[in-house]
């Protein structure tokens, strides 16, 4: 009702409401007929209902237009600033406070002013809305973090890791204890995590969390023992299940692991492939689309959708 009440056609005809109701009554008193005036009471009241229902109604199509496009574009929403996923939530560029949805996305219709502080937005330019977490409250640019998609990858080990950073040139930082790196290409952005990193702390991660959204990980060379014991523990930890697990491919950079680290990968894992080195993983091939790549017919793979760091937002920093 509250986003409704924005639209200034009906806030005029709502402030005004005595008008239409005095005239009525005057009309009805003049020509001594005072149904004349309940009917013109009525007539407003009526008028007041469609222009709700109706404003309703394209708000709600609003949305769902937008939805629409996204899942048609196989957009999702990764917060660079805490590595979980989100829906597409919205944030005033001024005061940085949640916005819903519905007013985000209604225009004109709902007066595109933030309800919080009153700052006016415009559907381009530096004062549109920002992308919200709802998991940290950072925000960000939507224009980048709800309109890519992104896949995620991981190297098993911190050696792996930065060797991959390595070749790859690439500028690592750290999320939520979590040393990462993303690289964008073709209209895609490839993120790269330190599993071994997520082993350090015993809670379970949240379905929302990057992890479960791993579509290949990548392994320099195996300590059959050392390797076990990220495995274990990132599964543990993620409650990964084992059609999740069969869903994520294996690049190894050896030509041959050690017997008991082949048994490990092959019995956890889908699809291992070796004398993958970290250029090749790194390539156009690591970030193709996770559903046209082999071994990864799961529908449960997820993309996530990631940007540029997003900046200070209420109540949380980057």
């Known amino acids: 009702m509250q986003l409704l009440l924005r639209n200034p056609a009906l806030r005029i005809l709502t402030q005004l409401w005595w008008l239409p109701v005095l005239i ?3 009309v009805g008193l003049q020509r001594e007929s005072p149904s004349l005036g309940w009917i013109g009471i ?16 394209l708000v709600n199509r609003s949305v769902a237009r937008e939805r629409a496009r996204h899942r048609r574009s196989e957009h999702a929403f990764l917060c660079p600033a805490c590595l979980h996923r989100d829906e597409f939530r919205y944030a005033c560029n001024s005061c940085g406070q ?12 709902l007066g595109c002013r933030c309800p919080h502080c009153g700052a ?6 530096a004062d549109r809305l920002h992308a919200y977490c709802g998991q ?16 995620v990858h991981g190297a098993v080990t911190a ?14 930082r750290t999320v939520a204890g979590v040393r990462c790196f993303a690289r964008e290409r073709e209209g895609l952005v490839e993120w790269n995590l330190c599993l071994e990193d997520l082993t350090r702390e015993q809670d379970v991660l949240p379905r929302s969390h990057a992890v479960h959204g791993l579509t290949s990980v990548w392994i320099s060379e195996g300590d059959p023992l050392r390797l076990g ?39 956890r894992f ?27 017919e799961d529908p449960g793979t997820v993309e996530v959708a990631a940007a540029e760091a997003p900046r200070v937002g209420q109540g949380g920093a980057v």
């Open 229 to 267: 014991q990220i495995i274990d523990h990132l599964v543990s930890r993620a409650e990964l299940s084992e059609d999740r697990l069969a869903a994520i491919r294996v690049r190894v950079a050896a030509a041959e692991l050690d017997p008991a680290a082949q048994r490990l990968l092959s019995s």
């Open 159 to 172: 050696h792996d890791f930065l060797e991959l950073a390595a070749r790859g040139e690439a500028e690592t």
């Open 270 to 296: 889908g699809e291992v492939e070796y004398r993958v080195p970290a250029e090749a993983f790194l390539g156009p091939d690591s970030i193709a689309d996770p559903r046209r790549s082999r071994g990864s």
């Open 120 to 125: 006016k937005w415009s559907e381009s330019g």
């Open 42 to 57: 009525a007539g407003y009241l009526g008028l007041l209902l469609g222009l709700m229902g109706s404003g309703w109604a």
């Open 136 to 151: 940290c409250r950072a925000t960000g640019d939507a224009g980048q973090l709800h309109e890519r998609k992104v896949v």
């Open 98 to 109: 949640e916005v819903d949805p519905r007013a985000a996305l209604g225009g004109e219709l």
């Open 24 to 26: 009525a009554l005057l």
